[in-house]
């Protein structure tokens, strides 16, 4: 035999004692007989055919009165799509403009399941990042390829996020009244009605509305014909009045809740808050306003009641600093403020490592996207602490079908694949959005307060 014969009989022979271990070990593997094993690839293995962005656009509606924007993301595949939220009530309009002039430009073709680069991609393209309008349009545009996400694994958004951490989702709502006693009445009902915590606010905002004087502004003709009046010092005197009404009503068993606004001084703010210490307020939200931040050191070291921050921030930036100084205890975004699903649970998962729990910003003025999209986060995330709860007007639920529901002071979600919310168009379109707000706020000489 010639040397050439040996080495091509040696190979022949080494090939066939491989492919005898592989089929052995593959047998072994498998628990079948070593002739029964096949090469092809198991349904779960092999994966979904990738599916393209057809088109991105925005669908404008009001049925309770407040402007709702939602994004809807039409995919390659017939029949897939998802929706998103993308409400800023107060400017509507610029977010459907950014939308529909420039999101759907540069989403076209990009392959769905890419999350994480399209975000990315979008957050940056516009060169200048932040603002509400272009957040806006992002988080809807994000909460969308969530939902299409989902729909693609079969599967509700929460289980992709890692599934349920807890059963429902605990909520409070809000009691108001224009004396102590009546906040005390309607916290009782809400009380009635499941609730173990409950949000307390004499009138509106700083407590506008319970004082009737005329302010020296409107008899000087200043200021908008609409723009409302706060005396601080009323406020701040009812307050404390108002928590001692309801404790003394209520029970020590309610959790208490009070939204400051940013509508007072910071040293105001600290000296209210120490006054409520006695009444051990679940938390107090939003002191001061973004632009007073360095005075949450000293709040933290005049007292001890939790608080509740963040409803106006854009970017990770902004409480990455004072979550990680534990300056509070509760991270209050509004999620499409941020820009969607993605963000929101970068938050949540650093808030984790400081116990900073998620008390997302839940409005009314937020779609009932939006608040799925709460919810299956509040699911999901073992540091959630609270929700704002919502309720949805007949009309609200004839346009969004699958809205999350409340029962017994818990939100609950649609066991569907994706977010569980559809929308019916034409019901939407008999509902057009406006654009005028009112947030003016103003002290007796007409100075604005902030927000």
Request: charged fraction near 20%.
């Amino acid at each position: 035999m010639t040397t050439r014969s040996r080495s091509t009989e040696n190979t022949s022979r080494r090939t066939a004692l491989k492919q005898l271990g592989l089929g052995s070990a593959l047998g072994l593997l498998t628990g079948l007989p070593t002739a029964q094993a096949t090469p092809e690839t198991p349904a779960y293995a092999r994966g979904l055919a990738p599916v393209r962005i057809k088109r991105v656009r925005a669908i404008a509606t009001a049925p309770q009165g407040s402007n709702l924007v939602v994004v809807k993301v039409e995919t390659s595949e017939p029949g897939l799509y998802g929706l998103g939220c993308a409400t800023f009530t107060q400017r509507a309009v610029a977010v459907v403009t950014a939308i529909d002039s420039y999101l759907n430009e540069l989403c076209q073709g990009k392959d769905v399941d890419n999350i994480e680069d399209i975000w990315q991609s979008v957050y940056v393209s516009s060169y200048w990042r932040n603002g509400p309008v272009l957040n806006n349009a992002l988080s809807g545009l994000d909460e969308a390829l969530w939902d299409i996400k989902g729909k693609r694994a079969n599967l509700p958004v929460y289980q992709l996020l890692g599934g349920k951490a807890r059963f429902a989702i605990p909520c409070y709502t809000h009691a108001n009244g224009t004396t102590p006693e009546a906040v005390a009445e309607s916290a009782q009902r809400i009380m009635d009605q499941g609730y173990k915590y409950v949000r307390i606010q004499q009138g509106g905002y700083g407590a506008v509305g319970t004082n009737t004087a005329a302010p020296d502004f409107k008899a000087a003709n200043f200021g908008g014909e609409t723009d409302n009046y706060m005396n601080e010092r009323v406020y701040l005197r009812s307050v404390p009045k108002m928590f001692d009404v309801v404790r003394k009503r209520c029970g020590d068993d309610v959790e208490l809740l009070h939204d400051i606004h940013e509508r007072v001084q910071p040293m105001d703010a600290i000296n209210l808050i120490r006054q409520l210490e006695p009444y051990q307020p679940f938390f107090i939200e939003d002191p001061f306003s973004p632009e007073n931040m360095s005075w949450f050191r000293q709040l933290r070291q005049s007292t001890s009641v939790p608080i509740a921050m963040g409803e106006l921030f854009n970017n990770i930036n902004e409480f990455k600093e004072p979550m990680v100084q534990h300056l509070f205890d509760y991270i209050r975004c509004h999620v499409s403020q941020i820009g969607g699903i993605t963000p929101a649970m970068k938050v949540a998962r650093l808030g984790e490592w400081f116990n900073v729990r998620t008390a997302w910003h839940g409005p009314g003025d937020v779609s009932p996207v939006g608040h799925a999209a709460h919810a299956h986060i509040d699911l999901a995330v073992w540091n959630f602490g609270i929700q704002e709860a919502v309720n949805f007007s007949e009309r609200t639920q004839e346009v969004f079908s699958g809205c999350p529901t409340m029962k017994n002071g818990y939100m609950s979600v649609n066991e569907v694949p994706g977010l569980g919310v559809d929308i019916n168009e034409k019901e939407a379109a008999k509902y057009p959005i406006g654009t005028k707000s009112n947030w003016q706020v103003r002290r007796a000489d007409g100075t604005i307060i902030r927000p």
